[in-house]
C-alpha cells in the first residue's frame, strides 16, 4: 500500500484538516469511524468476537481452563492475553515484525483489565483456596487500517461478554473434591463485563488531538495516548508512545476527551 | 462525538447489486472454458486433460485462436500510454523507483523529467547529486508509462507539463480493474476540484490548482492551508469514489459526479456507512442506466 510513508504535501493537508475539525473523510476529530461487531463465530471457543473498525479486522477467541490457584490470590481467577499480529495483517508484520506490536498490546490489555472492578474476579473462583478459571484470550490480527488499540480492546470486550462458562458440579470424594465440567451446551453462566475498560487512542496531530485515526493520519502524529477507560469513566490504564513532547494542558484535555468517548 | 457500532448481522445481506445483463462470460479458477483443442493457451489459464482450464477468476478474451483470462482482481500491469500515480520509493543512480501498485516497482529515469525551470540540457552529475532536490522518497508523482521492459518493469515518464509532483490532496485506493482507459483521465470537476484517475487503481483528488502558470516546472509544492469550503467538497468526493468501488463499479469522471450529486443529501462522514454508500450507488446506477438508454 502506498501508505507507508507520506509527502509532505500530504502530511501539511492533514495537519491542516485536523485543526479545522474537518478530516479527510469528512469526520470530525473526535468521531469515529463505522464500526462493526461479530460474536459467536468460533465453535471451539467459549467464546468469540470480531471487530471490523474500516480496515482494521480483530479476531478475539477466549478458551477456559481450570488451574489451581495464584497462592496471593486465592479467590480470583485470572486472564491472560495473547497477541497475534499475523503477516496477513501488513507486511511490516512480516516474520517477527509483530511481535513487539503484539506484546505492547498485550501488556496494555493485561494493565487495564488487572483493576479488580474490570471483571468480577471473584465470579472466576471455584474452589477458594485451590481452584480456580482461567481465560485465555487469544487475539488474531487479520488487517491493520490504523487504530489497531481501540479495534482489539472493543473485540475483547465483545468475546468476554459472549464468553459461556460451563458450570462446575463438585462431588466430595474421600482423597478431596472433585470437579465435573458440564457437557451441556446451555449448561453455562455468564461473565459480568459492565466494568470491562476499553483502550481509547487518542492522536496529537498538530495542536489538535484525533480520536481513531486512520493509516495516513498515524503517520502524522506526533504522540498518543492510550486510556484504558471503563463505563463509569475511571481510568484503569494509561500509556504514551512517540516522541512528541504533551504539556499538562492538552494531556488533560485528551484525557477528557477519552473519558467521554 | 458519535460512535456508530453495530452487529454484523444487520448488514443487508447479499443485497442484490448486479441488475444488469449478465456478461456471460465470467469464469472462476478450475472452469472448463472449452474443450477444443486448437486454441493456444494466454494469460490465466493450463491445459489438464486435453481441456483448457481457467486458473483466475475473471473474463474470457478470445483473440482468434488465443484464449486467455483476465483477472478482475489483479496488481497493475502496464500498457504503454497509460497515466499511472506512484510514490517515490527510493533513489538510485539516474532514477527513481517509484511504486505503483503493481509487480515491481517502476522506474522513472532521471533523463524523462522535466528540470525545474523548463531547461532542455543533458543530465550531468551535478543533476544526479540534486535529484532528492526534485523528488524525495514519500513524495507523489502522476507519470506516463513510457515502455514496458521484457521482465514485466515499467518505464515511465512525465515529460509534459500536466505530470509531475503532486501537492496538496487526497489518494484513493482502488482495484486497479475499476478504471477503464480513457482519452483523458485529468478531470477538472466542476465542483471545484481535480481529479486524476490513475490505471494503476491510484486516485488523486485535490484541490484546483488556481493559476495554471507555473514557472517552476512543478516542482514546488504549495503548501498554503487549503479552504474549508474545498475541503469538504474533497471529502466528500473520496466517500464517493470509496462507495463506488466497493460496490465494484466502474470509475470514469461522469459516475463520479452522479455520485457527488447524490450523495449531497447527506451528511460528509454518513457516506462511510455502509447502508448510506449502498444507496448512493443504487442512485447512481440508475441515472447511468437512464442515460445510457
Not at chain 2, 497515466?83 to 517509484?98: H, P
Request: aromatic share 6%; with cysteine; hydrophobic share 35%.
Amino acid at each position: 500500500m502506498a501508505d507507508a510513508d507520506l509527502s509532505e504535501a500530504e502530511k501539511t493537508f492533514i495537519l491542516h484538516s485536523v485543526q479545522d475539525n474537518f478530516r479527510e473523510d469528512g469526520r470530525g476529530n473526535e468521531d469515529f469511524r463505522h464500526l462493526e461487531v461479530e460474536t459467536g463465530l468460533i465453535s471451539n471457543t467459549n467464546g468469540s468476537a470480531r471487530v471490523r473498525l474500516a480496515n482494521t479486522d480483530v479476531l478475539v477467541g477466549v478458551k477456559v481452563q481450570l488451574t489451581a490457584v495464584d497462592p496471593e490470590k486465592p479467590e480470583v481467577g485470572r486472564l491472560e492475553f495473547f497477541i497475534d499480529c499475523s503477516a496477513n495483517a501488513t507486511p511490516a508484520f512480516e516474520g517477527r515484525g509483530g511481535e513487539e506490536l503484539g506484546s505492547e498490546i498485550s501488556a496494555m490489555l493485561t494493565r487495564a483489565y488487572s483493576c479488580p472492578s474490570a471483571v468480577d474476579f471473584h465470579s472466576l473462583c471455584v474452589l477458594p483456596g485451590q481452584q480456580c478459571w482461567l481465560l485465555y484470550i487469544d487475539v488474531l490480527v487479520l488487517e491493520c487500517g490504523g487504530n489497531l488499540f481501540d479495534a482489539v480492546s472493543i473485540a475483547v470486550k465483545a468475546a468476554l461478554f459472549n464468553l459461556k462458562i460451563p458450570n462446575v458440579t463438585m462431588t466430595k470424594d474421600e482423597g478431596g473434591v472433585e470437579l465435573d465440567l458440564s457437557d451441556d451446551p446451555f449448561d453455562f453462566k455468564r461473565l459480568n463485563v459492565s466494568g470491562a475498560p476499553v483502550i481509547v487512542t487518542v492522536n496529537k496531530i498538530g495542536h489538535k488531538h484525533v480520536v481513531d485515526a486512520s493509516e495516513k493520519e498515524e503517520e502524522c502524529t506526533l504522540a498518543r495516548i492510550m486510556l484504558g477507560v471503563t463505563e463509569k469513566g475511571s481510568i484503569t490504564a494509561m500509556r504514551k508512545e512517540g516522541s512528541g513532547s504533551l504539556d499538562s494542558d492538552s494531556i488533560s484535555e485528551m484525557m477528557e476527551v477519552c473519558k467521554s468517548s | 462525538m458519535s460512535v456508530d457500532i453495530r452487529l454484523a448481522s444487520s448488514r443487508p445481506a447479499g443485497a442484490d447489486l448486479y441488475h444488469g445483463d449478465n456478461p456471460g462470460n465470467i469464469v472462476t479458477p478450475g472452469d472448463i472454458i472449452t474443450a477444443d483443442t486448437g486454441f493456444m493457451r494466454g494469460h490465466g489459464t493450463y491445459m489438464e486433460d486435453d481441456c483448457l482450464h481457467a486458473s483466475v477468476a475473471g473474463t474470457v478474451e478470445r483473440v482468434n485462436k488465443l484464449i486467455s483470462v483476465k483477472p478482475l482482481k489483479t496488481r497493475y500491469n502496464g500498457e504503454i500510454g497509460d497515466v499511472v500515480i506512484g510514490r517515490i520509493r527510493e533513489l538510485a543512480q539516474k532514477r527513481w523507483k517509484v511504486e505503483t501498485h503493481s509487480r515491481m516497482d517502476s522506474v522513472l529515469m532521471l533523463s524523462s523529467v522535466n528540470l525545474p525551470g523548463g531547461e532542455l540540457r543533458r543530465r550531468s552529475e551535478e543533476d544526479e547529486k540534486m535529484m532528492r532536490h526534485y523528488l524525495k522518497e514519500g513524495d507523489l508523482i502522476s507519470a506516463e508509462v513510457q515502455n514496458v521492459m521484457s521482465d514485466g518493469c515499467l518505464s515511465l515518464h512525465t515529460r509534459s507539463l500536466k505530470y509531475g509532483k503532486l501537492g496538496q490532496g487526497c489518494l484513493v485506493c482502488v482495484s486497479p480493474s475499476l478504471v477503464l482507459r480513457r482519452k483523458t483521465h485529468f478531470h477538472n470537476l466542476p465542483i471545484g476540484a481535480s481529479i486524476i484517475l490513475g490505471n494503476n487503481g491510484y486516485i488523486w483528488i485535490s484541490p484546483t490548482a488556481q493559476d495554471k502558470s507555473e514557472e517552476s516546472g512543478g516542482y514546488e509544492t504549495n503548501l498554503q492551508p487549503v479552504p474549508k469550503s474545498d475541503r469538504e467538497v474533497i471529502a466528500r468526493l473520496r466517500n464517493c469514489v470509496l462507495a463506488l468501488a466497493d460496490c465494484k463499479m466502474l470509475l470514469f469522471d461522469t459516475c463520479i459526479l452522479y455520485a457527488y450529486e447524490a450523495s449531497l443529501k447527506y451528511a460528509v462522514k454518513d457516506l462511510l456507512k455502509p447502508e448510506v454508500a449502498v444507496e448512493v450507488v443504487d442512485l447512481v446506477r440508475q441515472r447511468l442506466e437512464l442515460e445510457g438508454s
